[in-house]
């Protein structure tokens, strides 16, 4: 079993609005991502928690904040989003006892920022 | 640095024709390879993966992919190609203990009947 769920499916939001997106995984996966990805384009990493840990952050924007409440859940809360922050906005999730960095995906929340 | 690159960003191919799709890759040392496969609008599908040994390797939905380090290549193959396997496809490289996947640019597939 290999499954990372995402909620919401879809979301709109206004510049103004605040918003999270959650991601699940019942696993035991040690590592958990996010990234974003605009069309036609490869998915662009931006955050990582290694162990509940942020590992890494890619200098993404103050107005997206990670948070990783437990092992198996991790939210994306959006404030202040600018349209061109409209993308699909992936979670992914690696087993534990592995170096080799497999990642499963989620099927992803589809943002609209109006 | 590390680098990944899909030459052809758009295949066009008879449903029941053979596939292949290209990728090469710059890395010092032996990298961990990986082919995901996405569908419109959905997550990154998994299809297979390197890491040692066996240079060709089997995956999901009837494909392989043969590692060659003398050409920095992890081609993606298919010997009869189906209308669903129509997607995005991404090879990506990762490397000891780092958390980071390096994706390439990605190729289309189109499928015709």
């Known amino acids: 079993d290999t499954e990372v769920t995402q909620t919401p499916k879809h979301l709109v939001m206004g510049m103004t609005n605040k918003k999270s997106l959650k991601c699940e995984q019942h696993?035991?996966?040690?590592?958990m991502y996010w990234y974003k990805q605009k069309a036609k384009k490869p998915p662009e990493l931006m955050f990582v928690?290694?162990?509940?840990?942020?590992?890494i952050n890619e200098s993404v924007p103050s107005r997206f904040s990670p948070e990783c409440p437990n092992s198996s859940l991790l939210n994306l809360h959006l404030h202040a989003l600018q349209p061109e922050d409209s993308a699909l906005y992936l979670c992914?999730?690696?087993?534990?006892?592995?170096?080799?960095?497999?990642?499963?995906f989620g099927a992803g929340t589809r943002l609209s920022v109006l | 640095a590390q680098s990944v690159t899909q030459p052809d960003i758009h295949i066009t191919v008879s449903e029941g024709a053979s596939l292949e799709l290209r990728c090469n890759y710059s890395?010092?040392?032996?990298?961990?390879l990986f082919w995901y496969v996405q569908s419109p609008g959905q997550g990154l599908q998994l299809l297979l993966k390197?890491?040692?040994?066996?240079?060709l390797v089997q995956g999901i939905k009837g494909f392989e992919a043969e590692f060659k380090r003398s050409q920095s290549s992890f081609n993606l193959r298919k010997p009869s190609v189906h209308w669903s396997d129509a997607a995005e496809y991404f090879c990506?490289?990762?490397?000891?203990?780092?958390?980071?996947?390096?994706f390439g640019t990605g190729t289309r597939l189109q499928v015709f009947p």
């Open positions: 992914a999730s690696s087993p534990p006892g592995t170096n080799e960095n497999i990642q499963y």
């Open positions: 696993m035991g996966h040690r590592a």
């Open positions: 990506a490289v990762g490397r000891y203990n780092t958390d980071k996947l390096i």
């Open positions: 890395y010092g040392a032996t990298p961990y």
């Open positions: 928690y290694s162990y509940e840990k942020l590992s």
């Open positions: 390197y890491f040692s040994g066996d240079t």
